[in-house]
């Protein structure tokens, strides 16, 4: 399960969309993830998908590698869509079982929860997978660059959240060391109910929380021993230069979501 996490990896290949500019995929991946909120007909569904086929295919990273990372939210998944099945009211309902009543738009909305969930899984795990952390780090400065005029943290914000998803991979394998270390002792971590399962995960909790802990505390002492101070005045060795690819991006971009908003207000 640990090893199917795909979030915070890196994929190398040689694609179209490894090479574009890290600032057009930060803008990518927020349209399509609005886009997913956006849809309300098969016709919008469609484009949608179609944008996302395009997007894995000009990717070259397998499909295969990238809906491991819906494995590890399988959970979440069912709940929210028991929940919009349970919860959502309507007028005849098609299944009745005590006060629990199923209307066809709690099934609606179920099945819709299921698709934007997994599909934002698949989008959102493109840009992770396509782009290295320091490159995530340098297009959220650059992109977020206007609000250092307000006084925001921008150059802190960005390092915070690209080593923060550089550290999900580290900690994942750390959790994967920790797990059969304790089952070489006679640890067992799939027997009993979910209480039970939630009481065998406290020694693995421990451990990882120090390791965890132990890990930024070396790195904020490697960054102050080379007296790292920040983005002020700091140069880069290789500076973000938009390219005639990355302008076609933007157009097909807007494209999609001028469409997509469209089909919403005419319903489709």
Known sequence: MLREITLGQYYPADSVIHKLDPRVKLVATLVYVVSLFLFKGVVGFAVITAFLVLAVKLSKVPFLYMIKGLKAIVILMILSALFNLVLTPGINPVFVLGPIKVYPEGVRMAVLMLIRLSYLIVGTSIMTLTTTPNQLTDGLETGLAPFSKIGVPVHAIAMMMSIALRFIPILIEETDLIMKAQMARGAD????????????????????????FRRADD?????????????????????????????????VLFAFLATVIVLRIFGY
């Open 189 to 212: 971590f799939e027997k009993g109910n979910i209480i039970q399962k939630a009481k065998n995960m406290v020694p693995l909790l421990v451990p990882l929380f120090v390791s965890a």
């Open 219 to 251: 790195l904020a002492m490697a960054m102050e021993a080379r007296c790292y101070t920040g983005g002020a005045g700091r140069t880069k060795m290789k500076p973000l230069r938009y390219g005639k690819a990355d302008a076609l991006a933007y157009i």
